[in-house]
Nanobody, 124 residues
Framework: QVQLVESGGGLVQAGDSLRLTCAAS????????MAWFRQAPGKEREFVAA????????YYADSVKGRISISRDVAKSTVYLQMNSLKPDETAVYYC?????????????????WGQGTQVTVSS
């Protein structure tokens, strides 16, 4: 069983930065890929970024490249999402997610475990 707990959300102004944290309890010998998704009101949940647990290779949605970065600290069993120059339309619930078979979960159907989500609100 994998448990993911997000923290770090909040209310910020446009242009501000925010770092989200995902505390991950990973068990067994899964080939984990950790990801962040977000879901804005009335919209589909969308992929933001991912990183492989073993090597730290990263993957990003085109819309966030250059402003958002994902990283992981294996010793702390934690995944981070550093978000810079935030925009109002990035207001959403941000979810930590995991694929246990080594695939980058670009879609929800490829996610095996979800966190409960953390709200990020960007005011204009």
């Amino acid at each position: 069983q994998v448990q993911l707990v997000e923290s770090g959300g909040g209310l910020v102004q446009a242009g501000d930065s925010l770092r989200l944290t995902c505390a991950a309890s990973l068990r067994g010998f899964g080939n984990y890929v950790m990801a962040w998704f977000r879901q804005a009101p009335g919209k589909e949940r969308e992929f933001v970024a991912a990183t492989t647990w073993s090597t730290g290779k990263t993957y990003y949605a085109d819309s966030v490249k250059g402003r958002i970065s994902i990283s992981r600290d294996v010793a702390k069993s934690t995944v981070y999402l550093q978000m810079n120059s935030l925009k109002p339309d990035e207001t959403a619930v941000y979810y930590c997610a995991s694929n246990t078979r080594g695939y980058v979960p670009y879609s929800q159907s490829s996610v095996h475990y979800w966190g409960q989500g953390t709200q990020v609100t960007v005011s204009s």
